[in-house]
């Protein structure tokens, strides 16, 4: 009988050869080449004898569909990220770097899941039972009735999870350090990821249990391995912090069942991770509201309002091509607000080097930024400071003008809630806003801006000038 031919594939770019090679060479990428049978992939099945379909009926739009149940963790935090609770049946990958509080933030979920009646089950692949309740007696969960296993074998745990009652949650920490027998290659390997990530989704569907898998990511990022099993599983969240900081932010990145813009935010105490329901007096926390160069902006959270710092330095270059470093925005969106300061408001920064920071660790991803980083910027180059009651939000079009942005009433309340009384905003954000709380400057044009800034600052070196 003939031998069936096997190809081999690239698992990095999906190239395919006759032969195996250590190196790929169409991307490049060492040992990323793995034997596939014949018998797989697309038009291996027109060799195989017709199968005949099952015949199913199709629906129209309308009609009733009941909402997915949900699994309420009770912590807040967690709840917002999921979308209001775990999907039975869903599978989340929980990505984060090593470190980062990932195992602390799933016993912590899971003790307060089974303390509410909810049977959950815990596998470690990575540290051994009496490590795991070492730090649960340490958090003071150790009363849970959680079911902790240290285990690595997918069939070992999925035939143990079949056992008796189906659990509401098990948690899979980490998916790198799982293997499964249908699949030759060793633990870690992308393929076994894949084979593991796969049985335990299978898993998920058929017994109705929320499974979270745990990946760590690598420096640049990404999920190690699991790129392949982002897009299997129902949602991703990663769980993000800055070195030296406490706080620690969750973040959905896809979301089958809920919104991808809400944020969790954690702080890690010496008692585990503590919820943080005011973010805003958080991030602003310590804050030198004295320097030149720091703006408040009041930004928004999916449906939360937060107000961050936003601090500048702009500072005489020595170099040919002044520097442009960037912390917590986007670069080509601060190149952007440069250009028009410079085109539309006579500002000259060619000859500086510019450094933007958000403080406290947050990204911000909103183009209503724009305003509060112009402020930082023109109040870093003029040396004047800001009033540190005031808060900026507005996004900058590439002719200068402030163009309004959504949800101006919620950033608006909360910056008054805070204790702030003034606000720079696009014109009619303030409409039907209570004048009394908050003073609000409608900035039409970002020269305006520059112009009241400037106004403050010299000023200031009048004073100076005078004492
Ligand atoms: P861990 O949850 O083990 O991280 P991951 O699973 O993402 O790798 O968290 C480890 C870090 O958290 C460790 O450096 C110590 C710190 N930590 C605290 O500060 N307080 C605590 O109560 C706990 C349990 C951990
Ligand atoms: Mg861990």
């Known amino acids: 009988m003939a031998r069936a031919h096997s190809k081999f594939v690239c698992q990095d770019c999906g190239a395919v050869t006759n032969r195996w090679q250590g190196k790929c060479e169409s991307c490049n990428a060492w040992n990323s080449i793995i034997e596939e049978g014949a018998a797989s992939g697309i038009g291996a099945m027109a060799a ?31 709840d917002r990220v999921t979308g209001g ?8 990958l929980l990505g984060g770097e090593p470190g980062i509080g990932k195992s602390t933030l799933l016993i912590q ?47 070992d745990i999925v035939a143990t999870l079949q056992q008796g009652r189906a659990p509401a949650l098990v948690v899979i920490d980490s998916i790198q350090t799982m293997w499964t027998q249908s699949v030759e290659s060793t633990p870690g390997t992308v393929t076994q990821v894949r084979g593991s990530a796969q049985a335990l989704i299978r898993y998920a569907k058929t017994s109705g249990a929320a499974v979270i898998l745990v990946g ?56 585990g991770l503590a919820e943080v329901t005011n973010p805003s007096a958080l991030f602003l926390s310590g804050r030198d509201a004295s320097a030149p160069g720091a703006a408040v902006f009041a930004g928004m959270e999916g449906t939360r309002p937060v107000l961050v710092e936003i601090q500048a330095l702009v500072a005489p270059s020595t170099l040919g091509t ?68 005031s808060v900026f939000f507005g996004e900058i079009a590439l002719s200068g003008s402030v163009r309004p942005v959504v949800h101006s009433a919620s950033r608006l309340k909360e910056a008054a809630k805070l204790g702030f009384n003034a606000a720079t905003a696009p ?41």
């Open 427 to 467: 014109p009619e954000a303030g409409e039907g806003f209570d004048k009394k709380a908050l003073r609000i400057t409608s900035c039409q044009h970002i020269s305006a801006l520059v112009a009241d800034i400037a106004a403050v600052g010299a000023g200031a070196k009048r004073l100076r000038a005078a004492e």
């Open 216 to 271: 760590h990511v690598t420096k640049d990022g990404q999920i190690a391995g699991p790129r392949v099993v982002e897009h299997m599983v129902d949602a991703v969240i990663s769980f993000e912090g800055e070195g030296g900081h406490q706080f620690r932010i969750l973040r959905a990145v896809k979301n089958r069942f809920g919104p991808t813009d809400e944020i969790g935010v954690f702080e890690m105490t010496g008692l």
């Open 48 to 78: 195989r004898a017709a199968v005949k379909g099952r015949i199913f009926p199709l629906e129209g739009l309308t009609g009733e569909s009941k909402p997915a149940p949900r699994i309420v963790s009770r912590m807040n935090e967690l």
């Open 322 to 389: 002044p520097r442009r470093a960037v912390v917590g925005w986007d670069t080509a969106r601060l190149a952007m607000v440069l250009a028009v300061l410079e085109a539309h408001a006579g500002l000259r920064l060619g000859q500086h080097d510019v450094y933007l920071n958000v403080a406290g660790g947050l990204r911000v991803n909103e183009p209503a930024a724009d305003l509060a980083v112009a402020a930082a910027l023109v109040s870093s180059l003029t040396g004047a400071t800001l009033s540190p009651e």
């Open 109 to 155: 979920a899971c003790a307060t899941l089974a303390s509410q009646g909810h049977r959950v089950v815990y596998i470690s692949g990575e540290e051994a039972v009496a490590q795991v309740r070492l730090r649960a007696t340490r958090l003071g969960l150790a009363d849970a009735p959680v079911e902790l296993a240290a285990e690595t074998s997918v069939e």
């Open 85 to 92: 609770g775990f999907v039975p049946g869903s599978v989340i």
